[in-house]
């Protein structure tokens, strides 16, 4: 348990060879000698009526002189057995802890409560390796590959150049008892020794990173027992470069040095970072064998040292777009010397290696309901399919979800708002601000808002404050702000030809904070471009309507699915269906570290994904507009309706007339500008 | 022709293409576009009544506009067409030219007319790699992997990490065309991308070098026609750090930067040589895409970098024996960035891959009769055996065969002895020396060799002066100069208890030349110690003679196969079956080099290679007793008899008395000291 996959075997048969020719994955980095204690497992005693046998620890042999020393030594959890030592005596019930430190099958996300199952590349062998002897000269190197066979299965292993000057040392400083770590990707490519370690190495690491244009995060995980050690992120310091992709891409252009520059930039933050979450773990930088990869395509080329500049302009040519794998060395990430690196494929050229980390995660071809997956940063990555079919395109929503381009935006941090309600009556808000608990019309609100004040607008928030001025009828679903109000409610102020709404006067010293007219057609150009880009797949697909909603990213983590779909960002679902899932880019690059079949996995998928280009479809344009208005001017959202009382809708008209054409003509010097 | 292949095809198939579905390599690079000009062939015109065939130039299509271009551009021989564009019409009888420079498929050996068949590890594949779509977003790098696929059927290919950066300003600059230098060594292995040109790239190249401690040799080979292209030597700058292998072994376990600096001064040297080679070729050292080295065991470790501490002492441990393959750049090695390096393997201990190179080209396993192998350096390589079973040891000869420990001896360098004939009658020497053509006795003699003196003698010269004295009765069986003749000739001179051979007075300023009795026992203990060897190994192989004699190096070169079976270095044999092959570890380098077939050949034999270690054989101090006689005390030299008029050999006796155990208790020392 828990696979429940039984047979039958001699009397005397080791549990873990049991394990093992049934296909039941248990680690053993001392290969049977009862010293790593990596192969723990538990008997279930009683009667189980459903397999007609009754288990019992009088059916498996008593703790033998080996077990008994490592339990004095190293302790074992009561109940707990070595599964190399414990021998099969009779019927037994064997349960293969999924949960502990010392021998974790599984992780546990962050996010959610999906497993993940074991099968790392790389593995810790320990050896026993003959003595020198002159009738038989082989290579200290030589003998310990022909032993790495004999006990561990390893043929024709290759050796990482490296260390070959320190393996006669290294095997007399351990007596000729050394551990090996050995690496294997693809099957069909020969394992590779890459490192090894006098006496018994019990230990293994790997890193997952996804490299953001903003943030770069990072898991660090031991490979042996698949626990999560440490997790943390840092700034991308290519930020200093330019804010967002093309102001980076166009830094490269202009300067000759640029990409070396930003190269240099990006893999010192990872190196800092690997410090930082080694320093959390208590891990030894050098103990980390493995390193996955995921980020969008500009951050991954210039991750690599390729120049992006081809990502900038059509075609938007990826110089690679395949998964790749070398030494970590190679590209200068400071680990142990003989540690790989991973990167996951890249969808498109501007669908990128975290795209591919988050359809990983998400699985839409692992399921038959239609699974739509977005990560909004500046730009949208759009996955949509099932089982059958996969399509996915990019959308340039621009900064303005980010807080960017909005005049009282700002990032999410302490003194911004982040939730707001506007009262449809009276049409006054109340909003929460980041650091604070109460709302802003709770008593003590003001006092324990004073320290950092009230200081913007952050991302989600903007969201809602919009959404919640359409539906207490302040803007129509064009997206106007109603003059009139102005002479019932003093939160609507004339701003030159246009209204703003007030959300907060300001204190002394304080900013006054309002929503304008340019703030809404932000909001609007960004989420008609979302919307199109999905409607775009939508009609790749065939549907009308998705079944699940999967936002992934930070922004999708502190967004209201109700208000987004509100807004019209996204297509008419069951709200229970619209799941934020945090970082699954990073969550796809850490399935990838700790089993190799899922780069398998993701490299055939990417391969079958048919990719979209926005730019190239003719009716993109037309969908843009539409998606303008709030929610959209011509699709319903009836499974919406039923949860949120939405704003009767202007029928469709085709009037003519003066303001209508003037703002068609703007919209579409939208759509083409997102277009570009 | 020359392979014999014959086969049906339809009327139109590209002759290119007939030959590879009958498996007969023709070299292409450009992949059927007649721009290489690798693939040329020619009609043999006439009747062939073997085959039943009249093959006619009228068979052929005649040449097309891209045949002709090439003409135009290039050249092209008379007779000689481009098979790729070529079209079989009718019955053809087709040679593929093997000595051409354009499209050898062979090389010839300096020292035989053996040639070698090629499959070298790198292939250079032109492509016309798909533009960048928008609709089908692969990258640069993976559009140009599947045309790599779809063109030359290359599978699954890996990629070197460095010019991942630059794949895309190399199509770029090629237009889309592009040449990929590909590296496959093992077929089990997946193939490598290890180099990407603009264009057509019609060139590549390897090295292969034999590192021994005096001297570094190398060949530079084109790896398309299979050229030798240049071929040098240096010294070893290891020299300075000792003279022989075991006092570099002393200065790395007494200097602890020792092995660093002795790594560094060889991979300086060969670079340099590089260099060299380069030159004298015209050839760009980035084009050499492929290394082959082979080295005794000391050098191959301190060149890999490896402490050779372990091969000074008993068990004589290798670090590795096995054959290594990585990049050149990994150990420094100043090529093309992309380069592999391969190393064959190490037989033993004291027998390495120079003796692995020279198994290899002489292929004692390839053939029935029992062939004695042996390369004379300060460790004597000894490789006996036939295609059932081959047997290794080596021997420790000593210096005294490259004129160390020799009163007279030095170095073959003009003014060197290298020829001495001594007259049995008069016991009045004759000798040539390196520089000069005439003998001492002719006319002219000592005007000719006024520039350099009359110096020493060098290696070869001692074998023979010693052989000489044996023949004509100045020193017995046992080696002693017969002070007797000191009355009646004027060149045997006293010299303290013992006696000289006096062979040159020296004129004003030379120095006197003599052979004493101390050289005299220096090489029978050098040529003890060989014989000994050789002897334990007939001993294993259960035969009385051998067959055939290859004597590798350069001290083999220069010796006359007669005077070393007269001393009894060497078994009874057929002197004509005694032959010099030279550099036989180089050659062995060349093959790996140019078909990597011969490395899984020399790879499988090694390990088939039963290893003797002489220090722990209980008969090899009564072999070595019995060899310190000349030609030895115990084995008769029939053949040698047949030839040469030897003297009259002794009554095998054991009368005691003084002066034989005296003798025999100083042979057992010198026995011990050649096994310690």
């Known amino acids: 348990m828990p696979s429940g996959k039984r047979g039958r075997f001699p009397v005397g048969t080791p549990v873990l060879d049991a394990a093992r020719s049934l296909g039941v994955y248990v680690e053993s980095v001392c290969g049977g000698r009862a010293t790593c204690g990596r192969c723990q497992i538990e008997v279930q005693e009683g009667n189980f009526a459903k397999h007609k046998i009754v288990s019992s620890n009088d059916h498996i042999s008593p703790k033998g002189a080996k077990e008994e020393r490592y339990e004095r030594v190293r302790g074992l959890p009561e109940h707990r057995r070595l599964s190399c030592s414990a021998m099969i005596l009779g019927d037994l019930v064997i349960d293969v802890p999924q949960d502990t430190v010392i021998n974790a099958q599984t992780i546990r996300k962050a996010a959610s409560d999906r497993v993940i199952e074991r099968n790392a590349a790389v593995q810790m062998c320990y050896v026993e390796v003959d003595e020198p002897d002159m009738h038989k000269p082989l290579g200290d190197l030589d003998r310990l590959k022909a032993m790495l066979e004999k006990d561990w299965g390893w043929k024709d292993l290759l050796v990482a150049p490296h260390f070959i000057p320190e393996v006669q040392s290294i095997l007399r400083k351990g007596n000729w008892g050394v551990t090996a770590a050995i690496h294997r990707d693809m099957d069909s490519s020969r394992p590779f020794i890459i490192g090894l370690y006098p006496g018994l190495k019990n230990e293994a690491y790997g890193i997952a990173c996804d490299i953001g244009s903003t943030t770069i995060a990072m898991h660090l995980v031991s490979l042996l027992s698949g626990r ?49 979450v080694c320093a959390e773990g208590g891990v030894d930088r050098h103990d980390i064998f493995d390193c996955v990869f995921v980020a969008n395509p500009i951050m991954h080329h210039l991750f690599l040292g390729i120049d992006p500049t081809e990502l900038g302009q059509a075609p938007f040519a990826l110089a690679v777009s395949g998964a790749l794998q070398f030494w970590a060395s190679d590209i200068e990430i400071e680990v142990s010397r003989g540690a790989r690196l991973y990167t996951l494929p890249c969808i498109a050229g501007h669908v990128g290696a975290d795209a591919a980390g988050a359809t990983l995660s998400e699985g839409p071809y692992r399921q038959d309901r239609m699974m739509l997956l977005v990560d909004v940063g500046t730009n949208a990555e759009i996955v949509l399919g099932n089982r ?23 990032r999410a941090a302490p003194g911004a ?81 246009t209204f703003s709404y007030l959300l907060r006067e300001g204190q002394a010293g304080e900013p006054r904070i309002t929503v304008t007219q340019n703030d809404i057609r932000a909001i609007q150009l960004a989420k008609a471009a979302l919307y199109a880009g999905v409607k775009l797949l939508m009609e790749k697909q065939g549907v009308e309507a998705v079944d699940t909603i999967r936002f992934a990213g930070a922004f999708g983590s502190f967004i209201d699915p109700k208000y987004a779909m509100v807004l019209g960002l996204i297509p008419d679902c069951d709200l229970a269906e619209v799941k934020a899932v945090g970082n699954a880019a990073g969550t796809g690059a850490l399935m990838a570290l700790l089993n190799r079949d899922h780069r398998r996995e ?75």
């Open 388 to 410: 059958s079919r996969v399509v996915a395109a990019s959308s340039p929503t621009g900064p303005a979800f980010e807080g960017a381009e909005i005049s009282s935006g700002q």
């Open 228 to 276: 999560v050690v440490a997790s943390s992120g840092t700034s991308n310091p290519q930020i200093r470069f330019g804010e967002d992709l093309m102001s980076r891409v166009s830094y490269v252009m202009m300067n000759p040095d640029g990409r070396e520059a930003m190269t240099k930039a990006v893999r010192q933050a990872v190196n800092d970072l690997i410090g930082k």
């Open 602 to 676: 993701i490299e055939k998928e990417v391969g079958r994904i048919e990719k979209i280009e926005t730019a190239l479809e003719p009716n993109f344009q037309q969908l843009f507009i539409d998606a303008m208005a709030l929610p959209n001017k011509v699709d319903p959202f009836p499974k919406l309706a039923e949860q949120v009382k939405l704003p009767a809708r202007k029928a469709v008209t085709d009037t003519g007339g003066d303001a209508v054409p003037r703002r068609r003509s703007r919209d579409e010097r939208a759509a083409r500008r997102a277009r570009s």
């Open 417 to 497: 708002i982040e939730r707001v309600r506007i009262d449809p009556q009276t049409l006054e808000p109340k909003y929460r601000i980041i650091g604070v608990d109460k709302w802003s019309d709770e008593d003590g609100f003001e006092e324990a808002s004073r320290t950092t004040g009230v200081t913007g607008i952050c991302g989600s928030a903007i969201i809602e404050v919009v959404a919640e001025m359409y539906l207490s009828g302040i803007i129509s679903e064009d997206g106007v702000i109603d003059g009139a109000l102005a002479a019932t409610s003093p939160r609507i102020v004339e701003n030159g030809r």
